[in-house]
């Protein structure tokens, strides 16, 4: 009943930017934090940031001053600003939605790939 299309990814250099998009359809009504996972190969999937519908955050310490999560007014779209990047944060980067149907539930993007090389 959700569906999340991540966009934004590619290559950029060391110390440079880039800026990721989620957007929810579907049953959005539902949704109550969205966030930004992201997986390296032969990594298990971890958390990069979260927020509510309402703007409140939580970062992994590894991106902390880095990257920033925001929400846009429609409360459908997230975005992940990364700046100061690092080969360590090469990785897909996957989008959730988390709901209440009526009980927890995770929906998931399929990935952008976030290239991070000279």
């Known amino acids: 009943q959700v569906q999340l299309v991540e966009s934004g990814g590619g290559l950029v250099q060391p110390g440079g930017s880039l800026r990721l998009s989620c957007t929810a359809s579907?049953?959005?009504?539902?949704?109550?934090?969205m966030g930004w996972y992201r997986q390296a190969p032969g990594k298990e999937r971890e958390l990069v940031a979260t927020?509510?519908?309402?703007?409140?955050?939580n970062y992994a310490d590894s991106v902390k001053g880095r990257f920033t999560i925001s929400i846009d007014n429609a409360k459908n779209t997230v975005y992940l600003q990364m700046n100061s990047l690092k080969p360590e944060d090469t990785a897909v980067y996957y989008c959730?939605?988390?709901?209440?149907?009526?009980?927890?539930?995770?929906?998931w993007g399929q990935g952008t790939q976030v290239t991070v090389s000279s």
């Open positions: 927020i509510t519908r309402d703007g409140s955050t």
């Open positions: 579907g049953s959005i009504f539902g949704i109550v934090l």
């Open positions: 959730n939605a988390r709901g209440v149907n009526p009980i927890i539930r995770d929906y």
